[in-house]
Nanobody
Framework: QVQLVESGGGLVQPGGSLRLSCAAS????????IGWFRQAPGKGREGVSC????????YYADSVKGRFTISRDNANNTVYLQMNSLKPEDTAVYYC????????????????????WGQGTRVTVSS
């Protein structure tokens, strides 16, 4: 079955950390750019961070720059999002998406019509 599965979400206090994982099955991530997106209650989906298929380019939204780090492990067909110094405004459902490497990672992070999406994992930052 071809799918992306996110995990690692949960409840964390402000200032805390979480690491999200996006595992692919049924296909290899080697030739795909991968992005993390989030959707907060009552808001649209926004691109958080994207990484190129070769791991040579990354993009971060201004709101997470310096706090979040995206990485990929092609050998394990998994992409990660390390989230540090979490803020209440980071509360959202986080989705990963994969798309063939036809665009820059910055462009990918602005798109919604991507080829494959996971089901999402919820992150709540609250004291």
């Amino acid at each position: 079955q071809v799918q992306l599965v996110e995990s690692g979400g949960g409840l964390v206090q402000p200032g805390g950390s979480l690491r999200l994982s996006c595992a692919a099955s049924g296909f290899t991530l080697d030739y795909y750019h991968i992005g993390w997106f989030r959707q907060a209650p009552g808001k649209g989906r926004e691109g958080v961070s994207c990484i190129s298929h070769s791991d040579s380019s990354t993009y971060y939204a201004d709101s997470v720059k310096g706090r979040f780090t995206i990485s990929r492990d092609n050998a394990n067909n998994t992409v990660y999002l390390q989230m540090n110094s979490l803020k209440p405004e980071d509360t959202a459902v986080y989705y990963c998406a994969a798309d063939p490497s036809r665009h820059t990672v910055q462009t990918m992070c602005s798109m919604t019509n991507l080829e494959r999406w996971g089901q999402g994992t919820r992150v709540t930052v609250s004291s």
